[in-house]
């Protein structure tokens, strides 16, 4: 039996066994009669990287947006973006949206129909076939001449393994966003891999620049799933058969996504499709602290970030972590941190 994939969601029924030599398609023992037998309960985080996850090939472009915003279709495959000039915005279907600037990156992980830009004049935008083979050289695709200079690195992404089902359970974000400075953000966002922006453009260049394209951006790719599964699993890679963990996994999405949303633990049990007693169960077992406490602290730190951004008012603040009422929210928020908001807010 296969491993669970907690990011594709790849049905077990259809996951190949593994074999010494790590070849599912070799006969036991004929690729590697050295390596040791090992059963898949030992699969590794790593392992799920190294297999379904790793970057097979796609494809690449330079998109010169200036002036214009490019609607792209759905392509059911990871697109990211890297910054190289300017500031664009990546804007998904479902309403997750994020700013990146120079030598930041944002992923539509499941490659949603999405918009790349911030003007005014909108174009259709194609998604290019897969290189095959791929090309030293990249496409560059000028939309617009006028308005400030906004380039960015499209890469549309084959992997190892990306199942139908991955589309429908989505376990992991729909957008993540991979900024260098704390900012409000629609997507899920973290600290990119450290990089020179400038010298990784100049090493896509010449001959071999495309295998270093692809290259960096698989490096970028495992980074941000290893972060992604570290946070929701507190440091912890844990055994992720259980079909509860792919549950589990889709709320905390939802809620980290969703803080605003007047959740319960009946609403959350809902949305996963248990019972509330189960649901209880299983994200005491998986998370270690009951489903309200997690919800709570999430809209504290949540709402630590946001009291930093000078233009939001404390019931702004309150009403973006799910407290329609100040007072209720400033209770909460002193609660959690020992400290009244608006002191918070003058402190940082």
């Not at 594709?8 to 259809?14: A, C, N």
């Not at 900024?179 to 990089?195: N, W």
């Not at 949540?302 to 929210?329: K, N, P």
């Amino acid at each position: 039996m296969g491993a669970y994939n907690p990011y594709l969601v790849r049905p077990e029924k259809d996951a190949p066994a593994w074999r010494p030599g790590g070849d599912p398609d070799c006969e036991a023992g004929a690729c590697n009669a050295d390596a040791p037998a090992r059963s898949v309960k030992e699969s590794s985080l790593s392992e799920l990287f190294m297999q379904d996850l790793r970057v097979e090939g796609g494809s690449m472009r330079f998109l010169h947006l200036g002036d214009a915003t490019a609607k792209v279709p759905a392509s059911r495959k990871p697109t990211m973006y890297l910054a190289c000039s300017g500031e664009t915005a990546i804007t998904t279907d479902k309403g997750f949206s994020t700013l990146i600037k120079p030598g930041e990156i944002a992923i539509v992980f499941y490659g949603d129909a999405h918009l790349v830009g911030i003007g005014p004049r909108m174009v259709r935008l194609s998604t290019p076939a897969s290189e095959r083979p791929a090309r030293d050289d990249f496409e560059t695709v000028r939309l617009d001449d006028k308005g400030p200079e906004a380039c960015v690195l499209q890469c549309v992404l084959d992997l190892g393994y990306f199942g139908s089902s991955a589309l429908s359970n989505r376990a992991a974000p729909d957008l993540f966003a991979l900024i260098k400075e704390e900012r409000e953000e629609r997507a899920y966002t973290m600290k990119p891999f450290p990089f020179d922006h400038g010298t990784i453009l100049e090493e896509f260049k010449g001959p071999g620049g495309k295998a270093f394209a692809f290259a960096f951006v698989n490096l970028h790719l495992c980074h941000v799933l290893k972060q992604y599964s570290m946070a929701l699993r507190q440091n912890e890679y844990r055994d992720m058969r259980n079909p509860n963990q792919r549950r589990i996994g889709t709320i905390l999405r939802e809620m980290r996504g969703h803080p605003e949303r007047n959740w319960t633990v009946e609403s959350m049990a809902a949305h996963v499709g248990l019972s509330r007693s189960a649901f209880a169960a299983a994200f005491q077992e998986i998370m270690g602290e009951a489903p309200m406490s997690f919800l709570t602290r999430e809209r504290m730190e949540r709402a630590a970030r946001l009291l930093q951004v000078e233009t939001l008012s404390m019931h702004d603040v309150g009403r973006r972590v799910g407290y329609e009422i100040e007072s209720s929210f400033a209770r909460a928020f002193k609660r959690h941190w020992g400290v009244a908001p608006r002191s918070f807010a003058r402190q940082h």
